[in-house]
């Protein structure tokens, strides 16, 4: 099947383009374009539908592999139907745990051989062909469609577990963030796949269901002391807690695994200055900048934060202004040097500047400044008390969440309904039947046309008329009137089948009736 397809190669080195060129041509490929990896190649690469490109990474190049990756994953314009392979020669933890940070599909040391990636690439090309079918929906926009697909993996296809990922992915991407999260839970449990933890634990984060979350993170991170995204994951708990002081530790542990990421330093420094703990912030906002040279996270924001650092040590009395005073001028210059195109940097700078002679009690200088400032605001027709140095840096885009579509129609509006059903069912599943009830009653009061809920509902009826006598006649009642009412609704294949089972067991005589659980309660349905 490599014969019909597209692949490009990019490495700076003529002869090791050549190489490869000989042996992508001996695995019969001839779609083949190599180049050199440039600051322009990604606009190439938009507009050109590769079904592989391999990147080699070195080290010496202007612009690495790595970076090439890192920029295309914060552009958005990594499409599921190109899978991006990795090639590195330096085999050290620092760049190989870096390299997993920029999320390639695939990571391959050199040397190597043609069978060894042949093997790779058809290994790929096979998940790429089985997840087609459900890719083409989304890009339809058929989401729903794009589920059901999903779920028509058998247990026994090689990509069940591919496919499920891919579904959970589609309900994170709508905010149905508990029935993600139940899918997820049931891939790591099966497959044992670590991403699966990381996206249940964003899942729980996003409904503050904090400390199940770190449970589960700290259970995964005993077993893969190395796996950095968890580490992530972590931190924006703990952030999202409130908790700067716990934040900053894990960061400290995570810029130690990995010494070349530029955003945990912007975050290590962000963390450490709301912990008034300047002796960490200084160098790591020091770090960002050095490893931000020429990437996308290039930021002016690190260099007007060391301005503001120098000012709480000298407020604090830890350093002296006058010596201070020559850090901030050096900021600031490599500041406007960096970045002269930005309009705002000029009044920022005069603010910040002004803030640190008042900080350093320094009057006459701290007013000159400010004056400065607000004459330069006024002209960007911007207010001075709307610079926020200090917002929360930013992050790289989740490769999850990417390049799946929106479907209104599916998208959670009401996030109360999706937590009822999370709690009744775990009270189901716990053997509190009466508290589960209470749940999926709640729910009929808000929406009385909720379809989980109501087959949910009538099954805890049926299985109370057949353990307790109390008001058999009315509960019975109730569980026909409910499933009448989900006859009317249009109906998943999941939901259908409950349904049919339910009237099934309501017709029966009660002595008739199956022992045990109905069958698992509904809560995925879209």
């Known amino acids: 099947m490599l014969d019909k397809k597209k692949v490009l190669f990019v490495d700076s080195s003529g002869n090791m383009r050549f190489t490869m060129k000989s042996m992508l041509r001996s695995l019969g490929i001839d779609h083949l374009e190599t180049l050199a990896p440039t600051a322009a190649l990604l606009s190439h690469i938009q507009h050109q539908p590769y079904d592989f490109i391999i990147i080699s990474h070195n080290d010496s ?3 690495t592999g790595i970076q090439l990756l890192e920029e295309a994953r914060y552009q958005g314009i990594l499409p599921e139907s190109t899978a991006w392979v990795l090639l590195v020669s330096d085999t050290s933890r620092d760049l190989i745990v870096h390299a997993i940070d920029s999320y390639p599909d695939d990571i391959i040391t050199k040397p190597f051989s043609a069978q060894e990636l042949k093997r790779r690439l058809d290994a790929l090309d096979a998940r790429q062909i089985a997840l087609k079918p459900i890719w083409h929906q989304l890009r339809l926009q058929n989401v729903k469609e794009a589920l059901n697909l999903c779920d028509h993996f058998e247990p026994a296809n090689p990509y069940y577990c591919a496919a499920q990922l891919l579904k959970g992915r589609i309900l994170m991407a709508h905010r149905r963030y508990f029935q993600a999260a139940r899918v ?17 634990a964003f899942c729980l984060l996003q409904e503050r269901e904090y400390d199940q979350a770190l449970e589960l993170l700290g259970e995964l ?3 893969n002391p190395l796996l950095l995204a968890a580490y992530d994951m972590v931190i924006k708990i703990e952030m999202a807690r409130g908790d700067y002081f716990k934040a900053r530790y894990i960061l400290q542990q995570t810029t130690t695994l990995s010494p070349y990421n530029v955003l945990r330093y912007q975050r290590l420094g962000y963390c450490a200055y709301l912990g008034q703990e300047w002796e960490i912030a200084e160098p790591a906002l ?3 900048i050095n490893l931000g040279k020429g990437s996308v996270y290039e930021s002016k924001g690190p260099f007007l934060q060391l301005v503001d650092v120098g000012r709480c040590k000298v407020e604090s009395g830890t350093a002296n202004w006058q010596e201070v005073e020559k850090e901030v001028d050096l900021a600031l210059k490599k500041a406007s040097r960096f970045f002269p195109k930005d309009p705002l940097l000029p009044a920022e700078s005069a603010f910040m500047r002004g803030n640190f002679y008042r900080g350093a009690k320094q009057p006459k200088l701290a007013e000159k400044y400010h004056d400065e400032a607000q004459v330069l605001a006024d002209e960007q027709g911007v207010q001075l008390d709307q610079l926020d140095i200090w917002q929360q840096p ?3 885009p989740m490769r999850w969440l990417q390049n799946v579509p929106s479907d209104p129609s599916i998208l959670l509006t009401n996030p109360k309904i999706d937590t009822y059903l999370q709690h009744g069912c775990h009270a189901y599943e716990s053997g509190h039947l009466g508290k589960a009830m209470q749940y999926f009653t709640q729910i009929l009061r808000e929406q009385p046309d909720h379809t989980d809920a109501l087959l949910n509902a009538a099954q805890l009826y049926l299985e109370a008329i057949r353990d307790s ?11 026909r009137q409910f499933l009448r009412t989900v006859e009317k609704s249009r109906l998943e294949a999941s939901q259908q089948e409950r349904l049919d089972y339910l009237k099934q067991v309501a017709d029966l005589q009660l002595e008739e009736y199956p022992q045990g659980s109905l069958g698992e309660l509904l809560w995925e349905a879209v």
């Open 61 to 63: 190049d202007k612009v």
């Open 184 to 200: 997820f839970s049931r891939v790591y449990t099966q497959y044992h796949r670590r991403e699966a933890v990381i996206m249940q």
């Open 221 to 223: 991170i005993c077993q």
């Open 286 to 288: 020091n770090k960002a």
């Open 394 to 396: 930013g992050e790289t």
């Open 469 to 479: 006598s109390y008001q058999r006649d009315k509960r019975l009642q109730m569980a």
